[in-house]
Nanobody, 119 residues
Framework: QVQLVESGGGLVQAGGSLRLSCTTS????????MGWFRQAPGKEREVVAT???????YYADSVKGRFTISKDDAKNIVYLQMNSLKPDDTAVYYC?????????????WGQGTQVTVSS
């Protein structure tokens, strides 16, 4: 498994921006797919964005055009740039990792970082 630590959450007004970071350790970063998930109060955890080891990205429809996932293989860091934030983006954001093959599940999780967007 991979050890994950998120940072960069906070309170921001609607329309503002935040960048989340996820630092990793413990395994070969380049062999993993990385993802950002979020969970709002009373709701199930949902995928926000993912990036494969070869930089293929996926975004939830709700964040397309506003959020960008990226990674720095040399530094073992994954980022989530969040622009044009809305109150509906308020949630705890989690970084996750899984071995990059079709059989693997998201089995490594960070502790989460709170993002609050005020209207």
């Amino acid at each position: 498994q991979v050890q994950l630590v998120e940072s960069g959450g906070g309170l921001v007004q609607a329309g503002g921006s935040l960048r989340l970071s996820c630092t990793t350790s413990g395994q070969t970063f380049n062999n993993y797919a990385m993802g950002w998930f979020r969970q709002a109060p009373g709701k199930e955890r949902e995928v926000v964005a993912t990036i494969s080891r070869i930089y293929t990205t996926y975004y939830a429809d709700s964040v397309k055009g506003r959020f960008t996932i990226s990674k720095d293989d040399a530094k073992n860091i994954v980022y989530l740039q969040m622009n044009s934030l809305k109150p509906d983006d308020t949630a705890v954001y989690y970084c996750a990792a899984r071995p990059d093959n079709i059989l693997s599940a998201w089995d490594s999780w960070g502790q989460g970082t709170q993002v609050t967007v005020s209207s």
